[in-house]
Structure formats: structure tokens, C-alpha cells
């Protein structure tokens, strides 16, 4: 079975950055691949960020291209999403969720908060 644990959020500023890390317990874990969502108050959740395992060929939503960087490291289970330049329309609870074949999203976190103050 399949764990997966958001951290980093928190309080920032807009222009601000910070790092959330999603780690992932199993004695196996090698998915099709890792992705982070948002959702914010009132509105349904929305595609950040996807990272496949394997090649590590990454993918964006256009809102947060050229400031928002996913990725992985292998050895510790884990997938990164560096957000940088962030906007208080990037607040959000932050989910990451594991595809074992494309677009099955069958693994979720508890989420992550992130609130960007103007």
C-alpha cells in the first residue's frame, strides 16, 4: 500500500517562494507518475504539475510555467515542487497523487496549505 505525505507549506508573501515535498512509504514505489493539484476555497481542484517516474519528463499548468519546478528523487521517494515568484491566486491546499497508468490517479496525500499574502 501506497502513502503519500505533503509538507512545506505554509504563510508567504507574494513574491515569495517555497518548496513542497511529497514523500511516499511503500516498500514499492516506482508509479507512471507523480503529480501535484491545488485547490483553492470554492473552486474545483485544478492540475499543477506532473513529473514521470521513469524519465522525468515534466509537465505544467500554463498558470504557474517558468515558476513552479517539479521534481523527483529517486533513492528517497519523493517528489519536490519548488514554487517561486508565487501570487496570492496560487493559494491553496496542495495535494500530490500517484499514477500507476496514465491519468489514474490513485494515490493522494492529506494536502498541504499554501497562502500567498499581497
Known amino acids: 500500500q501506497v502513502q503519500l505525505v505533503e509538507s512545506g507549506g505554509g504563510l508567504v508573501q507574494a513574491g515569495g517562494s517555497l518548496r513542497l515535498s511529497c514523500a511516499a512509504s511503500?516498500?514499492?514505489?516506482?508509479?507512471?507518475?507523480v503529480a501535484w493539484f491545488r485547490q483553492a476555497p470554492g473552486k474545483e481542484r485544478e492540475f499543477v504539475a506532473r513529473i514521470t517516474w521513469s524519465r522525468a519528463n515534466t509537465y505544467y499548468a500554463d498558470s504557474v510555467k517558468g515558476r513552479f519546478t517539479i521534481s523527483r528523487d529517486d533513492a528517497k521517494k519523493t517528489v519536490y515542487l519548488q514554487m517561486n515568484s508565487l501570487k496570492p491566486e496560487d493559494t491553496a491546499v496542495y495535494y500530490c497523487?500517484?499514477?500507476?497508468?496514465?491519468?489514474?490517479?490513485?494515490?493522494w496525500g492529506q494536502g498541504t496549505q499554501v497562502t500567498v499574502s499581497s
Open positions: 497523487s500517484a499514477a500507476n497508468v496514465p491519468s489514474s490517479y490513485d494515490y
Open positions: 511503500g516498500r514499492t514505489f516506482r508509479p507512471y507518475t
